[in-house]
C-alpha cells in the first residue's frame, strides 16, 4: 500500500533569507513610517498539491519559485507559516516522528555525517530507524554496490567529490526503505552518466510501488521521469499535469523567438494573420515569441513580411513543444533565468 | 519516546569519541594537570603558597575540567553540524521528537564531563601527593554534586552551542568562558572573597561557583564552602534554565 502527499493552501513567509533554499526569491519589504522595513520573504505562496500513493511526481520551476521550501515543510524541516500538509494519513507538522519514519530526504546540497566513514553513515543511519544489525550491514552493503561505492566504504566523505556525496545522500534516503522519497534537485552536478544511473533507479524504487517527489530545474529530467509535474515559481503553482498533458497546453506547440535589427509595433500585428500563428508576444524591446501550429515552414513568410514594414530579422530560434516554452508562455521568462 | 533512535544517536557519538580519543584526552586533561602541577607543586614546593592549598585547589580544577569538557563536547560539534554543511540533518530526520536528539547531546556531554572530572581527580592526587588531604565523604551527596555539575556543563554547552556562529567561538571563550572560569571560585573559595562584598554577591550568577563550591563540600570539607544544600539548589536551577534556554535555542537553530 503505497503512501500519497498532500498539501492544503502552504504559506511560508521568511523574515530572514532561508538557510537552504536559494536566492532569487522575491522581496517584499513592508515600509511603516521610519521603522527600518524587515524584509519578508514569501517562499510559499498557497501551494496545495494531491500527490497520489505510488506517483513520481515534480516540482519544477527556477531557483527561488519555492520548490525546496515546500519540501522542507513536507520533511519537517521548515514551520509552514499557515496551511497544513500530510504524509499519508500524518499532519507533517503535528505527528514529525510517524512521518519521518515513511520518509527519505534527499537534500539539495550534500549533508553528510562528516565523522563517519560512507559505510559507517548507512549502517547508524539505519540504526535511527530501528533496523536490527544484520539488516543494516546486508542492506548498506547493497547499497553501496548499487550506487559504485563499494570501493570507498570504509573512507571518511569529507574527501569525496560532489557526485559521489550525492550517490551517498541517495542510498542514504533510501537505507530505512521509505514509502516515500524526496529528491531535492537530485541531478544538480552529476555528470550525465551518473544521472542516467539515477534515473532508473528511481525508476526501480517507484517501480516497488513508493511514491517520488523530486524538484527539478532540469526539462528533461521532468519530462522523462515524472508522471505528473507542477510547475512553480514565485511560490504559486502555474501548471499541473502529466508532461503531455501540460505540453499540449502550450498554443500551437512550436515557439518561434524571433529577434529584430529594428521592429515596428504594426509588425507584431501583422504576424498574427499568418496562417498557423495562434499567439504573439513582444519580448525583450526587439524581439517578438511566436506560438504556432508549424515551425520552419514559417520563417521565408515572416522574413519577407518583416522587410515589407521595414524589420530587419537578425535571429530566429525554433523549438519543438516543449516544458521549457510551457514555462515561457507562462511567465514570460525562461526557466535559465 | 523512540529509545532505539535514541540509542543509536548515542552509540553515533560514543563511535566518534571513540574515534577521536587521543585528541579528546589531550584536549581534557593536559590543561587541568598542567595546572595542578604548577599551581599545586611547584607553587607550594617553592613555598609560595601554604601546603594546604592543594587540597583546595584539586577540587575546583576537578569542576573546571568537568564543565569545560561537557560544554566543549556539546557546544563544538552542533556549532560545526548547523553551519551550513547541516550535518545534523540526519538526525533531525530520524523518527524522533526534535527535544529528544537535543537531550541525547546533553547526556552524551553528560558522560563525557563525569568521565573527565573522574579521572582528574585521581591523577590530580597522583601528582600532588604526598600532603594533599581529600576524599568522599557523603557517597551520595557526592553522586549527586558531579551529576549535576555535568548537566550544568552539557546544558550550557547546548545553549552556547545552539546560540553561536563558528565565528564566534573564539569570543564565546573570550567573553563567556575565562570570566565564568575566573570568577567561579575555582582557585580560591568563595569565603575568600570575603573582602570584596559586590564581587561576593556578583559572583553567585556564577554557576560554576556552586559547582566549584559543590566539588569542595563534598571533597575537602575542611575548608568553608556554601550549604550543601544551597549549592545543590543553585546547581538544579541553573541546569533546568540552561536546559530550557538549550531547547528553544535548538528548535530555533533546526527548523526554519
Known sequence: ?337 | MNWKAFGAMLARDAHVARRNAIQLFFQTFLQPLLFVFIFGRVMVGSGYMPPQYKSLLLPGIAAISMTFTGIWAVAMPLIAEFQWTREIEDRLLAPISMNWIAIEKVIAGLLQALVSGLVVLPLGWLILRPGIEIGIGDPLIFTVIILLVGAFSACGGLALGCSMNQQHIGLMFSMVITPMIFFGCTYYPWSALEKFPILRWAVLVNPLVYASEGMRASLAPKFSHLPVAAVIGALAFFDLLLLWIGLRQFEKKAVS
Open chain 1, 1 to 337: 500500500m503505497g503512501v500519497g502527499v498532500r498539501t492544503q493552501d502552504l504559506h511560508k513567509v521568511f523574515n530572514s533569507p532561508p538557510p537552504m533554499a536559494a536566492g532569487g526569491i522575491v522581496m517584499r519589504a513592508d515600509a511603516k513610517g521610519a521603522k527600518a522595513p524587515k524584509p519578508q520573504i514569501e517562499a510559499v505562496d498557497g501551494i496545495s498539491l494531491e500527490i497520489r500513493a505510488g506517483e513520481i511526481f515534480g516540482l519544477l520551476g527556477p531557483n527561488g519559485a519555492g520548490k525546496s521550501t515546500t519540501i522542507g515543510v513536507l520533511t519537517t524541516r521548515v514551520r509552514p507559516t499557515s496551511g497544513q500538509a500530510w504524509i499519508g494519513e500524518h499532519d507533517v507538522w503535528q505527528e514529525q516522528a510517524a512521518v519521518k519514519r515513511l520518509i527519505g530526504v534527499v537534500p539539495q546540497r550534500p549533508n553528510l555525517d562528516f565523522s563517519l566513514t560512507a559505510r559507517e553513515i548507512l549502517i547508524f543511519h539505519g540504526a535511527y530507524f530501528g533496523l536490527g544489525s544484520k539488516q543494516r550491514n546486508e542492506r548498506a552493503d547493497a547499497l553501496l554496490d548499487k550506487f559504485k561505492l563499494t570501493e570507498r566504504a570504509n573512507q571518511m566523505t569529507r574527501g569525496f567529490s560532489g557526485g559521489m556525496m550525492q550517490r551517498l545522500s541517495i542510498a542514504r534516503a533510501m537505507m530505512h526503505d521509505p514509502q516515500v522519497l524526496f529528491l531535492d534537485e537530485p541531478s544538480a552536478g552529476l555528470d550525465p552518466q551518473t544521472r542516467i544511473l539515477l534515473w532508473e533507479i528511481i525508476r526501480e524504487y517507484h517501480q516497488s510501488g513508493k511514491t517520488v517527489l523530486l524538484t527539478t530545474h532540469n526539462m528533461e529530467e521532468a519530462d522523462t521521469l515524472c508522471e505528473r509535474l507542477a510547475i512553480v515559481d514565485h511560490g504559486h503553482v502555474i501548471a499541473l499535469g502529466s508532461p503531455k498533458e501540460l505540453k499540449a497546453t502550450i498554443p500551437g506547440g512550436f515557439l518561434l523567438r524571433l529577434r529584430f535589427g529594428n521592429q515596428t509595433a504594426d509588425l507584431l500585428e501583422r504576424l498574427k494573420s499568418l496562417s498557423g500563428v495562434r499567439e504573439v508576444k513582444a519580448a525583450d524591446g526587439t524581439g517578438a515569441d511566436i506560438y504556432a501550429d508549424r515551425g520552419g515552414s514559417l520563417i521565408p513568410e515572416i522574413a519577407s513580411m518583416a522587410a515589407s514594414s521595414g524589420a530587419e530579422l537578425s535571429d530566429v530560434h525554433i523549438s519543438e513543444p516543449s516544458l521549457e516554452n510551457l514555462f515561457l508562455h507562462h511567465t514570460g521568462r525562461s526557466l535559465r533565468d
